[in-house]
């Protein structure tokens, strides 16, 4: 996989600032910084220096194009395909379409500010790098490259548990970058407590749990090849390299590393976990808490009443349940039903800079990007990550001063028809 350049952004050291600024001086900090649609110039005017296009493609359609072309069998099925025949993947875009932007005119909106903070995180933008496992399918640097990506940007990075680098060489990575934890809750509650303490001994603010993943979808793409990336011992840097999880082998892995797997699928997950459980986490975690999987209105209300801190509204990006509800659906009353009681962030079905718009104008404070930042790991490394995400961002950007706003409390439902 080539590596290529991308062009200089003026956005690109992207520095948070500090929970206790004022709001003023935060959005003098954005103004600084400049725009991300300067981006967009920026493509322009290397194309006429130069006589040269992107590295990259700039649009959604395009960019996942590339990276099917790009991709393996195993690792394209794998990253690209869906739960069952794609209902949910397909009904997660359609949702997107048929909501409208209804742009006003004559405002100032010459200058934005994008900033937020979201569970005690600054961030440049309301948009977080989501978790995605074994990333080193579609390029060998996999986590550590979207960490310095992320990192490069300001953005938060949501560290799955199936990483292919551990939690603490891909926290290496990001340097001072934000950076949160994902978790697939364990049956073997030593080896929770020890991701737990590692994630927040190597820097992580935020615990994600997710929900919707007790048993794999029945994904047709990878039974069809037999690929499941686990089984060659790929995503699980984070139990390897974990003493409760080495402390239930009775032989070293380079002995028998089959034991380590069959051992591994035995504790992953348990399906058996109810609200009640949840009291564990929030004795073995100093942090927020958020459930990632969200898509009825009252367990959203539960995860208030249990005192979490948040929820991510979606749907595994349509992997796991065929024919399940569009997240961008499920949204609306979801945010109705916890108001400002609960953080609501959303990821599923999230392609291009108006699906950011749409997103926080039905009530998410921030969203979460999974597939589009892979393609651009697939494409090159951590040029191609930085350069998917600029172009999301100049394209949210653009979309705000468009359709007439320029700050994020702007969006609400009325914008869209």
Not at 96 to 114: A, H, K, N, S
Not at 162 to 172: H, T
Not at 198 to 206: E, I, S
Not at 257 to 271: E, L, R
């Amino acid at each position: 996989m080539v590596d290529g350049p991308v062009p200089d952004d003026p956005q690109s050291d992207g520095a948070q600032s500090d929970g206790a600024q004022s709001d003023e001086a935060r959005a003098g900090e954005a103004q600084a910084a400049g725009p991300f649609a300067a981006f967009q110039d920026s493509i322009y005017l290397d194309g006429l220096l130069t006589g040269e296009p992107p590295a990259y493609p700039t649009g959604a359609s395009a960019l996942e194009e590339a990276a099917r072309e790009r991709l393996d069998p195993g690792p394209r099925g794998y990253v690209l395909g869906g739960a069952g025949g794609g209902a949910t993947m397909r009904a997660n875009r359609e949702a997107f379409e048929r909501r409208r932007i209804v742009p006003r005119m004559l405002r100032d909106v010459g200058t934005r500010d994008l900033s937020c903070s979201v569970l005690g995180t600054e961030s440049p933008a309301p948009v977080l790098l989501g978790p995605v496992g074994v990333q080193s399918i579609v390029h060998p640097e996999g986590e550590l490259a979207t960490a310095r990506a992320a990192a490069g940007l300001g953005l938060p990075m949501v560290l799955s548990t199936a990483s292919s680098y551990s939690l603490e060489e891909v926290a290496a990575a990001s340097g001072s970058g934000p950076r949160w934890f994902q978790l697939y809750w364990p049956r073997d509650d030593d080896v929770t407590i020890s991701l737990l303490a590692r994630a927040r001994a190597a820097g992580y603010t935020v615990l994600v749990v997710t929900l919707d993943t007790w048993y794999l979808g029945w994904r047709p793409t990878d039974l069809d090849r037999a690929y499941l990336p686990f089984l060659r011992h790929i995503g699980l840097a984070n139990y390897l390299s974990d003493p409760a999880f080495l402390a239930g082998l009775s032989r070293p892995i380079a002995e028998d590393p089959t034991a380590a797997i069959v051992h591994w699928a035995g504790m992953f997950s348990d399906p058996t976990k109810t609200w009640s459980d949840l009291a564990f986490l929030r004795d073995n975690w100093i942090g927020p808490i958020v459930l990632k999987g969200v898509l009825h209105p009252d367990d959203a209300r539960k995860a208030r009443d249990t005192g979490l801190n948040g929820i991510v509204v979606g749907n595994h990006g349509g992997r796991q349940l065929d024919g399940a509800i569009g997240a961008l659906d499920a949204l609306p009353e979801i945010a109705t039903a916890v108001g400002d009681d609960l953080t609501v962030l959303f990821d599923s079905g999230v392609r291009t800079g108006t699906d950011i718009l749409k997103a926080l104008a039905l009530g998410a404070r921030a969203v979460l990007l999974g597939r589009p930042y892979i393609y651009g790991l697939a494409l090159g490394g951590e040029p191609g990550i930085t350069h998917v995400l600029r172009c999301l961002l100049a394209e949210f950007d653009l979309s705000m001063a468009l359709s007439g706003h320029t700050h994020l409390n702007d969006l609400n439902p009325k914008i869209l028809t």
